[in-house]
């Protein structure tokens, strides 16, 4: 391993691209070298795409592709239809990588503008085999998601689930949870309750089923199931604890159940103070996330002081304070060598 | 240490310039040059020429000509844009880091960094390229070995939220490899200290996936330092993760989960060796950690189906790519069909392995309940009750999860699943332990029958039970007969257990304990036996201290007493154990104090005979010549009962003042020094004695009964038996003298000869002397009242200092009640006045109360305390409504409503002040105070309030659905407290509303027929049970006369509620006004209600008056 690698992952996947190329075949088996329009000459002011005048160049407007050849001594341009296009051989587009990379980093614009480039090129040939259409309208469609822009998604998902790419099975699960969401955010709660519920048993993966579980939590809380909440809620750091992104939402929610479930008959149980304790844990595990801040606006300020101060030990190689089990533990070496044997 | 030279060094310089070179433009717009003149299409911009040959000679690494260029550039372009500045600032510094002059680099990038706050802006693209220098600089400091200061920069970067993400995770790495770098050359101690560090670092950087290439990038160097550290299982797991994360292989994919089970399973098993608590813990999160990673059972399957698939193909491609193999391509495709025959057996295995996902939820549920998170330990382990009921290790779940299940405070649906399990698995190894805790349950929440029959039931039902557990459930039998007092049953099981258990070890505890069923029956003899017995067998033994205190009182409670000998064996005892600290003796002292006290009451008693006879002869001998000898005869007797009851109080008071850890004696002590000391005009030793005992705790549930006594006590304190004893003497001195001088008016009157003069003289002597008695008698007074007026202060100044004391601690509820109290005290002081009389010159006012109330607060010294503030307002609103100057209270709370947040006040404030905010119809400002009490303060005495305004928030604004909902929630709760009545009536309303009159109509009559609710809201009940009759008639006559029906009893039965009657009135003759009635007939009944309802004062003025008075003229 070297350090290289930390700054050169869009150099590698370049090169990755170079080394397969970018082809499509036609219909009679003819098969053309495509131009990469995401790679990029950066020796050129301004900077502009790679161009191959060997290879062709996709007109996405058109729905051709255009291709300059020397036939005799004189040069013409052929042009063939994309629609006559039946395979596609193109490596993981650096942008849909990049995308993927910024959805991933909470870069939620960023990424939408490069599922945006992504699709926009292979809108001629979503239902081709080999087009990466699906996958970019996958990054597009979390990102929506992700910013709870429901108008956008609406009329994203309509266009959508009309392709042929939408009946795939992992695509078909994807449409059902953006819509279970947008569902969840006009307040279907019932019907998310059961749908989630539903899907949870069929969803693969972590982060689809954090996120499930998510939205059904939250539909059993605006009910005032808080019970039945707290445990969808709770489901997600214990099972999905992995998906260390929706695990601050996952306490933020439960907190808010026990604080839900409380009540003067179970004061013995001291839910208030299991409740701040989630949020506590919160600020002390996830301090730079916003349910953090959500979570300080929560605590009484007497223990959000508290919260705070832990934290910042924390930071500082501090122990970590009894029963906080979300934080990355710091390994002495004698414990991490002898764990091992 | 590191040098420059050193391999990863020159790794990351390389790097370092790949970035400077490959994320850049080579050559890029500068804009603010680049307008082209309309004259000078062709003619380029000097300095955009000057920038592209930097630009060049820097792609040719021609690092020093790129330099000196772009301090040219520098030098001419003075008058461009700050971006523009920042650019060539950056390149420069490029030059200087590739051209290894780390001093200047250092410079450059520091003066980039510190001028330029928006770096290069939009220049290249959306990095403005601070990161990369941030981190360019960090590495420059590095190359200088300026550690420290190149980490402090790195930790800048983690902790900044505005900083780039992927800058964030470079930061952590860099951090990481900055620490496991500068100790290359150290000691292998200082070196693993050092990885375990950045482990630490990268483990966060990871710590939301490797999704990414930075984060992949942080997770490569760990897998780096676990090789370095030996940890090979957790680089290989590691490394195979970020292959599948990378390549999207399902083989690797597989093969990460199963060594992540591996590794979770090593964890768990170390966790269970461990002996040290904190090591046990960090090797249970290690544990939690990998099993939380592994994918679940269907996600696995299609995984195997993927790689078996994957590599299929891949055998297939080498078996058509070579038909001729050589031995090479031979072995590989050998290779080949073994891995897709390997990961086919582990398909099979896999498939035949029902437990997996129970298993891994079986092991999270244990690590979280060892890591003390039973709350999360208990979705884990339901998880396997709903998913897996067949797990084959269900009977030890169904143990773990009753654990939690007590854990959590839920000990009903402990003893269900108790039950549950008993009843399915009688023959499971975990019935005897699952048994014994059923019981156990009961028997922690004193519920002894219950407990006792548990006990039996396992004792009688499980056949399997270890011995142990058998003679645990004996014991626990006797001892829950004893608990629940059951004496005789109790030592009669503790007497068979003594037989059946010769050698238990709870042989000592039983000997005692039946001892104390002998005792508490009252059979004296036995019990001395028994104890008796428990002193022979254990004459050290650890309940020795009791068994001594209850052989004393045998000897007190044996008929005839024996006084001495009890008194003798308790100062024994004191003397015996007055150095000893235990528990056991600390707690059992108060009570031979006690024991003491009433030995000498009992004397007491039995000298209250000797004075009652001398009493007699006393009487008997009261005009013979020796009477002096019977009253001093009595005098001694008397004396000697007086010494008696003192020893009696001292011995009271010394149990009270060692009582601290036992209330019971606590309890009964005061109760008895409350009877005597103040007969005895002993306020000061009784203020004392409580004061004392209130400081031990002022959050006890009883500090502030025993406040009120401190406070009662003080009051008394200032009527002093000396006045008494002076205004007695003054009556004395006088009494002689007033008896002459009457005499003397009597004799004169007597007398045939007596002049006017002389008798009014002897009046006047008589009057004089008697206005002379009463100024003296006047003078005492006055003292008295002042010594009074003081003590009262005192008193108030005792309480003010407790309220004092957690005024400025929002989280003591408390501190409102002590307000409360003092405020009681003193508006006590205002004279109540009718409206509109003025108080006399010099009055003690409402304003006077407040004053004083602000003053005894200590305001001053919490000045920086915002509750204690507000509690001065709400305090001052209190005297409001003690003195009923509503306009005082008005003032105070809406001080509280305008300058103070909901987070910033206790739940009282928020739940009285809010529902003053509601009368008021300050919906929003009440409604965000009851809000924080649902959020916050569900839990609190005064959450009802919060649920009751909330509702009636909702209701006003027409969201019956929500209010409806928030009322639900409150009965399903039982959060019903003293707003049960409001809470049932909304919803009530709620319910009308939506039409769910059958509902609605059952709620309205429980309310209209609670004798307890009797009021206002059954007047309000009444109208709406017409109101809706009304509603559903829909014309039908016979609806209708139900409906006025209802109004009727409102009207004729609750006309001092006037708004409701008002409204009954008009709807009922609304009613006969018109179809199906409005015959001439029910016109005329219909005036004559409107008649009647005009002639009410308190009716006809109102808005429905007002609408009476227009019906009347249509009819």
Redesign the interface.
Known sequence: ???????????CLLAAAAAHGQTLVFKGGERWEINDPFKID??????KPVFDKAKGVINAVKETVDRSSNQGGVEVVLTRKLSEVTAIFWPLPARLAEA??NV????NQ?ALEGAEAVLRLFEPVKNIPGSWWANAAIVKLDVLDRLENDQAIGTFLEAFEKTEVAKQPDVAVRIQMARLMQRARKGEHEAVISESTALIS?A???EV?ARLHLVKASSLFAT?KYEAA??AY??V?????????YVPRALLG?ARCF??M????????K??A?SNRYLYDIIVTF??SKEAEEAKK?L???ERARAEADQKKI?A?GPLP??V?MA?????????????K | MLISESRTYKLAKATLLAVLIAVTPVVAHLRGQTKPLPTAEKKEDPLAVLYKAAEKSLEEKKYKDALAQYEDLEKQATNVEDKLKAVVSFRKASCLYLMRDWSKAEAELTAFLTKYPRGTDDFFDNDNRRGVAELTLIEVLSSQAKWDAALARLEKIRSNNLARPEDRVNAFTLSAKIIADRVKNEPDDVKKAAYAQAIALLKQATAAGINTPERREAAYKLVELYTKLGLTKEAAQLKSEIDAKSNGSPAEVVRSNFQRLEIGDARFAAAEQAADESLRANFYREALSNYQGTLRRANLTRSFGKAIESKTAELETLTKSYPKPNAEQAANIEKAKAEVEQFKKIETEFAANKDYDAFISYRIGLCLLELKRPWESFVAFKDIFENSPNFSRIAGTYYYYILTLRQIGRSTDAQAKCKEFLDKFPKADETSAIGLLLGEISQDREEFPEAIKHFQWVRDNVKNLTAETAEEIDFRIAACMFSQVDWAPAQKAFAEFLKKYERSPVRQQVIYMNALCWFFQGKYKETKAAFDLYQTEYPKGQFLPDVRYRQAIVKFGTAPSDIPGTLQLCEQWLKDYEKDRTDEVINQTPEVFTLIGDANIRLTEEIDKKIKAADLELREHSKSADKAKYVEAKAKVEKEKEILTGKAIDAYEAAAKSARTNPQALEFVLGELRKMLPGRGEHKRMRDLFKEIYDWNHSDPKAMTYLYEVIRSTERMGDMPEFGQQAEKVQKNFSAKLADARKKVDELERRDKVTKEELDAAKAAVAKLSKELADELAKVEDSRQLSIKLAKSRALKILSDSVGETLNDRTQEGAEKLIVFLAEKISRKVKRLKPGVKPAAGAFTSDDAAAEMTKLLHIEDHRDSVVALARSYFAVGQIGIFTRESALTEVNFGKIAANFKAEELSPTILAMVGEHLLIKGDHKKAGEYFGYILEHGRASELADYAFAGMAEISAASKNYKEALSLCNEAIDNNILMSKELEIRFIRARCLAETEKYAEAKKEFEDIAKTKEWRGEKTAASLYWLGLMEERQAAGNKEKLAAAVAYYRRCYMTWKKYEAWAAKSYLSSAKIFSKSPFGEAKDKADAKLILKEMLEKDRIKDTREGQEAKALILSL
Do not use: W
Request: aromatic residues 4%.
């Open positions: 391993m070297n350090f290289a690698r930390l700054f050169t992952p869009v150099a950066n020796s050129s002011i301004p900077p993927q990379n991933n980093r909470g870069e960023k069929t693969d993966g972590a089923q005032k707290m445990n709770l489901r750091p214990v099972f999905f604890g992995s998906a260390v992104e439960a604080r839900g409380d009540s003067p008959a179970l004061k013995e149980q839910l208030e299991i301090p730079t929560l009484p300020k007497e930071a190689g009894e029963g089990i990355k533990p710091k390994l002495r070496p004698e414990e991490a060598v002898e764990g091992n």
